[in-house]
């Protein structure tokens, strides 16, 4: 069980086979809509103490992805605080929306990213346009940060997307105020959809 924390409000579980409880097979475990959720609970306590990730009095999402190795990946997103979605009056926008604003990665070469977009294509991830309003990519300080603008949570392929970019970089940030440093210091590598302007100088 490995646990990575995507942000405050993101984490990523990845689950060899043999870790699903009381089933070797994923379609039964999930079918089986009790042990799936006190499973879950205990998997996010763990979570919670080895990452500090807090989930407790959330309402969460919890997006399924199974990989060719026969691990699974599980990308958990923290939705509108129960407490506060009472006390609260109609948070339309936010709902209405369903879109953070920043995610910033870091990769460590031009390479990294190169191939975490020629990845992004063999594994088919379409319509890229949707997955954020928009997606830059900066060089600074000897590094290479992909800034992603509003990210659409109801884009199909979150999952995928999630699940993957962390396998070529770093988290970063979700500051607004970092993204004013890459603009003002930085070198400006691509703009509108980085992810997308990458894949087609290898077609």
């Avoid at 998997?43 to 919890?62: M, P, Q, S, W």
């Avoid at 926008?93 to 990845?119: G, P, R, T």
């Amino acid at each position: 069980m490995k646990f990575q924390k995507l942000s405050e409000n993101k984490l990523k579980i990845i689950l060899s086979n043999d870790e699903l409880p009381n089933s070797n097979n994923f379609d039964n475990f999930i079918s089986n809509s009790s042990d799936a959720k006190n499973t879950f609970l205990e998997i996010l306590e763990k979570a919670y103490d080895e990452v500090g990730f807090n989930t407790r009095d959330y309402k969460i999402k919890i997006d399924a992805l199974a990989l060719k190795n026969g691990n699974f990946v599980f990308t958990v997103t923290k939705l509108v605080k129960m407490k506060e979605k009472i006390k609260t009056a109609k948070p339309k926008k936010v709902l209405k929306n369903n879109q953070s604003n920043f995610a910033i990665y870091k990769f460590d070469s031009f390479d990294d990213f190169c191939n975490f977009c020629i990845f992004i294509r063999k594994s088919n991830l379409y319509n890229l346009n949707k997955l954020a309003q928009k997606i830059e990519l900066y060089l600074y300080n000897y590094n290479y940060y992909l800034s992603v603008y509003k990210i659409n949570e109801n884009y199909i392929d979150i999952g995928k997307f999630y699940s993957s970019i962390t396998e070529f970089c770093k988290y970063f940030s979700s500051q607004e105020l970092f993204v004013s440093v890459l603009m003002e210091k930085g070198s400006l590598i691509f703009k509108h959809n980085a992810i997308k302007l990458c894949q087609n100088k290898f077609e």
